[in-house]
């Protein structure tokens, strides 16, 4: 039985009709817009202060960031990268980045979800969140969820226009283009670390041990 069946039922037996289901989701949306929100912190109010605030929140976190002029030139900074940190030029990528020059950066790529052995996953992201450094990411079919999590490096392509100030905003977001939410939305801040085993940090527990984001300037 589906879930549109089981909620049929559940709605058949409570006797709500499908125009008072419509009614408490239009109110719910309602309360949704008109939510006042909590105490902020202060942020930059411009576009540039934003990107900065993100790349130096995100830094705090552990991760390396640098920036490029466009999305075009990603596959090459990407090979630096590799190539600075002894790493074989090969990734597995979300499949919605395969169009880009990987071949011409000389960079082996697979499009699918990671597997034990992918030492490289490579995203991009939903949005980026300057009040905390963190991304934003969405799992779909072309954007699958382990490339982010099982591989132990993770390098990030982040459109520089998709930073929002905070995680409301991120939300609000997500909501305004995405209509439902995906299966799994996950926020990245910095490499996996605990602190389980006598207060001491260790990198890479849970998921990546390094994180790599590349902003993109012109996006």
Do not use: Y
């Amino acid at each position: 039985m589906s879930k549109e069946q089981i909620l049929a039922e559940i709605r058949r037996r409570l006797r709500r009709p499908q125009e008072s289901l419509q009614a408490a989701q239009a109110a719910l949306e309602e309360a949704l817009q008109q939510k006042v929100r909590g105490p902020m912190p202060a942020l930059p109010p411009d576009a540039q202060g934003l990107r900065e605030r993100f790349l130096a929140q995100a830094e705090r976190h552990a991760s390396c960031c640098e920036r490029i002029a466009s999305i075009e030139v990603a596959p090459w900074a990407v090979r630096r990268f590799l190539d600075a940190r002894g790493l074989p030029r090969r990734a597995v990528i979300w499949p919605s980045l395969a169009e880009l020059d990987w071949q011409g950066a000389g960079v082996e790529v697979a499009a699918r979800a990671a597997q034990d052995a992918d030492l490289v996953g490579i995203t991009a992201c939903f949005c980026a969140i300057a009040e905390t450094g963190s991304l934003m990411l969405c799992s779909s079919p072309q954007t699958p969820a382990t490339v982010s999590l099982l591989p132990p490096t993770h390098i990030a392509l982040v459109p520089a226009s998709r930073i929002v100030a905070t995680m409301e905003d991120a939300w609000q977001l997500a909501r305004a283009e995405l209509g439902m939410l995906p299966r799994a939305v996950n926020f990245v801040s910095g490499p996996s670390r605990t602190g389980d085993i006598e207060q001491t940090i260790v990198l890479g527990a849970h998921g990546p041990a390094h994180v790599h984001l590349l902003l993109i300037e012109s996006a």
